[in-house]
């Protein structure tokens, strides 16, 4: 059962161009919703993150929209760059396990120059 | 400081050889995790230690043991490796009162 669903798996996108990762989760107790950056041979590096108690989150070119009665957030990256390309990982975890992380399945973002 | 360091970085097992996968920490932080990393999967947990001398199981803890006798070290075992536990894992950190976990470099563990 995978409680957070990550699309799309893999994504193109034009140097300049806005790039979309969607994420969907089913659990309402789920108030934590962290954006993991990952290059190859690394480990994940947190990005950005969300609580349900705003609708959008903005950090430099990422963006973060959360729409709580969808059960749905997705990240936004404003003039992608070739530095860009890299998987990333929605995840959701519950208030007090917040060291509990779920993760989507995780998006490989390609930023053709 | 190194932050969370992982060894080895690469190992192959054959079934049924055990081994323990290192993870150490010099942030003084209270929880650790470890996950396991498989293609189309995203990350999931195996088991995690919120201190010295607690753990607990995560999503997939079935084939690992864990132990946390320090702050600094938190090591997986796997008692009798199987195919099924190829995979890349990763072990991290997060300071108790703080949401971000920071991962260490992965393991990538072959088992043939």
């Known amino acids: 059962q995978q409680q957070v669903k990550q699309s799309p798996q893999s994504l193109i996108v034009q140097k300049g161009g806005i790039s979309i990762i969607n994420c969907a989760y089913e659990n309402t107790a789920f108030d934590y919703f962290p954006w993991y950056q990952q290059f190859p041979g690394k480990g994940p590096a947190l990005l950005i993150a969300i609580r349900p108690d705003v609708s959008e989150k903005k950090e430099g070119r990422f963006t973060i929209s959360f729409n709580k009665s969808a059960k749905q957030f997705s990240l936004h990256i404003m003039d992608s760059q070739p530095g860009d390309s890299a998987t990333y990982f929605c995840a959701a975890s519950k208030g007090n396990q917040g060291g509990k992380l779920i993760f989507g399945q995780g998006t490989e973002l390609s930023v053709k120059p | 400081n190194a932050g969370v360091t992982q060894t080895p970085k690469f190992q192959v097992l054959k079934t049924g050889q055990s081994m323990t996968l290192q993870c150490a920490q010099d942030?003084?932080?209270?929880?650790m995790s470890w996950y396991r990393q498989d293609p189309g999967m995203g990350l999931r947990l195996i088991h995690y230690?919120?201190?010295?001398?607690?753990?607990d199981q995560g999503e997939v803890p079935n084939g690992y043991n864990v132990s946390r006798s320090t702050t600094e070290d938190f090591p997986l075992r796997l008692l009798s490796a199987a195919p099924s536990q190829t995979s890349v894992y990763f072990c991290a950190v997060r300071r108790t009162g703080w949401d971000e976990q920071f991962f260490g470099p992965g393991t990538r563990l072959t088992v043939l």
């Open positions: 230690s919120v201190g010295a001398g607690i753990t």
């Open positions: 942030m003084n932080h209270e929880y």
